[in-house]
């Protein structure tokens, strides 16, 4: 039963913007399941919830995981202005940027939650990103290199 209410939290926050305790109660309430708020606030604690500004200028109960899609597009325009040239060769990606970029662009792709990067090493013009496979490797040089033509 934990599982699933939690799962349930998750996918409530995912799809409402939940401000309270109360409202996230009122919510799994509405989906047929019967908690009180003291065992809201351990779900909250245990699923490391998190409030996150919105779009709309108010708090909500986030999982501090941004996606992907919107970091890129925030963080554009350090890489527009750091990046030279992006590539990859099986599983690793080499990012050029201008002399002493490197850092900032670098700190922009770690902010990233990726999964299917292992890691990243960054000096002054030069980052290397270790992925998992080939195919996030390209997939990952496949969007920068949208944003960066964007």
Same mark, same amino acid.
């Given at each position: 039963?934990?599982?699933?209410? *939690? +799962?349930? &939290?998750?996918?409530? @926050?995912?799809?409402?913007?939940?401000?309270?305790?109360?409202?996230?109660?009122?919510?799994? #309430?509405?989906?047929?399941?019967?908690?009180? *708020? +003291?065992? &809201?606030?351990?779900? @909250?604690?245990?699923?490391?919830?998190?409030?996150?500004?919105?779009?709309?200028?108010?708090? #909500?109960?986030s999982t501090g995981k941004k996606r992907n899609d919107q970091i890129v597009n925030r963080a554009g325009g350090?890489?527009?202005?750091?990046?030279?040239?992006?590539?990859?060769?099986?599983?690793?990606?080499?990012?050029?940027?201008?002399?002493?970029?490197?850092?900032?662009?670098?700190?922009?792709?770690?902010?990233?939650?990726?999964?299917?990067?292992?890691?990243?090493?960054?000096?002054?013009?030069?980052?290397?990103?270790?992925?998992?496979?080939?195919?996030?490797?390209?997939?990952?040089?496949?969007?920068?290199?949208?944003?960066?033509?964007?």
């Amino acid at each position: 039963m934990k599982k699933r209410r *939690q +799962a349930k &939290i998750l996918e409530l @926050i995912s799809t409402y913007e939940i401000e309270t305790q109360e409202e996230l109660q009122e919510k799994l #309430i509405e989906f047929g399941f019967e908690v009180t *708020q +003291a065992t &809201i606030s351990r779900d @909250i604690k245990e699923l490391r919830l998190v409030k996150d500004l919105s779009s709309k200028g108010r708090y #909500i109960y986030s999982t501090g995981k941004k996606r992907n899609d919107q970091i890129v597009n925030r963080a554009g325009g350090i890489f527009n202005e750091s990046i030279i040239n992006i590539d990859y060769a099986m599983n690793i990606v080499v990012i050029k940027c201008f002399s002493g970029m490197a850092n900032a662009a670098c700190a922009a792709i770690d902010s990233m939650s990726n999964d299917g990067v292992l890691g990243t090493i960054a000096g002054d013009d030069t980052i290397f990103m270790l992925c998992k496979t080939e195919e996030i490797a390209k997939d990952f040089t496949d969007r920068l290199r949208s944003t960066l033509n964007a």
